[in-house]
């Protein structure tokens, strides 16, 4: 019973000591949840006062998601102001998005297809929110929301990468994109690719570990892409299951050449045998 009470009273002092208030990742999902409606889902035009209703409302909610990891009520609300007078920017910058894939994907019909069953827009979305808390100075806070987004869409994106306009993510499923990762304008990524470090260490913390992306690159799926040195040239092709640790000029095409035999499956040979 001892131990029990001193374990109650470590996570007591822990919890205690932790500079984070009360902070509630339901509602953090919910605000997310709810912006994305507000900006692009018909149901939510009504007229123009409900919107501002709701935007008021949105402020609010994440006013109150910042303060209570800051703990400073002028300080929350001036970030607050900042991030809802950078939102029409960003949602330009997502209607790009969406032209992209209206554009390039031929089993797209509609914007309403993509405003309701593209993850990989989703997940864009998230990740351009988030991106602009980080940039505000606000860390925890885009680091839930962008998780958020990958538990729901299995895509992964740092909120401290830069992303350009016109991006586009098909399927997406496994897609990682790291912190200090820089892709241009025009770029499609496929399911699976990988942009991240060569080396995983607390000392390079604050050093460029992810790659540079040109505009109009197209990489395929399962690609591996490493280093904060590895730069993809402007229109490069990158191939599927490709492992990438240097610069490829623009202009490249890069795969992976594996041999795939045909044959007839009424001779086997003699050593072959199943087991089921």
């Known amino acids: 019973m001892e131990k029990s009470d001193y374990f109650i009273e470590r ?13 509630d990742k339901n509602t953090t999902e919910v605000f997310v949840k709810e912006l994305y409606k ?51 920017e960003i ?15 031929p089993a ?10 593209y993850p990989g827009y989703f997940a864009t979305y998230v990740y351009r929110i988030s991106h602009q808390l980080w940039n505000q100075g606000i860390r925890i806070l885009p680091r ?13 994106i740092h909120p401290g990468a830069q992303i350009g306009e016109y991006f586009f993510i098909d399927h997406g499923t496994g897609i990682v994109i790291g912190e200090t990762t820089i892709i241009g304008n025009h770029v499609k990524l496929y ?25 109009h690159v197209i990489i395929y799926s399962g690609a591996t892409i490493l280093g904060g040195d590895t730069t993809i040239g402007r229109e490069s092709i990158i191939g ?32 072959l045998h199943f087991v089921i």
Do not use: C, M
């Not at 996570?11 to 902070?23: A, E, L, T, Y």
């Not at 490249?252 to 594996?258: E, M, R």
């Open 191 to 215: 399911q699976g690719v990988t942009l991240g470090a060569l080396h995983v260490s607390k000392e390079k913390a604050n050093q460029k570990r992810h790659p540079n992306i040109e505009d």
């Open 144 to 156: 839930v929301i962008s998780e958020y987004a990958h538990s729901k869409t299995g895509i992964d």
């Open 91 to 105: 949602y330009d910058q997502l209607i790009l998005d969406a032209e992209a894939i209206l554009e390039f994907d």
């Open 11 to 23: 996570i007591f002092r822990n919890k205690k000591s932790n500079s984070i208030g009360f902070f």
């Open 38 to 88: 507000v900006l692009f889902l018909p149901q939510h035009i009504n007229t123009e006062d409900k919107l501002k209703k709701d935007f008021a409302r949105l402020h609010n909610t994440l006013f109150n998601l910042i303060n209570s990891i800051i703990g400073e009520k002028n300080r929350a609300d001036k970030l607050a102001d900042q991030f809802f007078e950078a939102l029409p």
């Open 108 to 117: 797209t019909e509609s914007p309403e297809e993509i405003l309701l069953a």
């Open 240 to 271: 599927g299951n490709v492992w990438i640790t240097q610069n490829v000029p623009s202009y490249s095409l890069v795969y992976h050449k594996s041999e795939i035999k045909i044959k007839d499956n009424s001779s086997l040979p003699e050593s």
